[in-house]
């Protein structure tokens, strides 16, 4: 698929069988969400010249207009708030260790749902809502509506990244 400035963009389509997996799904502490590892190699020749690792979680999900949100066959009201990526004293370099705090007081005072603004968030605080068991909604913002191959983009983002949301929802 063609990305912006002609940019390749390959996906490979993969599937793997999980069929005794448990599901991830919001807690309270300190009970904690159920969560697995993909080791994915590169190999040249044999030899390993690349490891990444990705943590997620199995779940199923499904809206209704009727009824709302469900996670795993269980209706979830989705308790949160919208927070920019920024924090009192340090601006928007917010250090992982803040991240994890943040979503723990949301938590504390009985929230389960994270909504991002504006801007990509930093790995460390989808990694503490998944851990923590946390629900995110990352938002896709865009502000050049003029930009005629709009649609064209924003179809190659959601395509390539709403797989990913739905590991990290």
Known sequence: MAGRG??????????????QARLWHTVSP??????????????VGGRV?????VTF???ATYWSAAT???LNGVHTKILGNANHQDFAAVGVAVPDHLQWYRVWKQQDFGGNGWR????PPTPALLDA?????????DEVRRFDFADFKYSSDLYCHCHLTVPALAMTC
């Open 49 to 53: 010249v690349d490891t990444v690792r």
């Open 68 to 70: 709302g949100f469900w």
């Open 129 to 137: 809502c998944d851990e923590l068991g946390f629900l995110v909604w």
């Open 116 to 119: 991002t603004a504006h801007n």
């Open 6 to 19: 002609g940019v390749s963009v390959w996906a490979p389509a993969t599937a793997v069988a999980m069929p």
């Open 57 to 59: 979680g199995v779940r």
């Open 30 to 43: 300190p009970l904690k969400p159920a969560l697995y590892t993909l080791v994915t190699e590169l190999t």
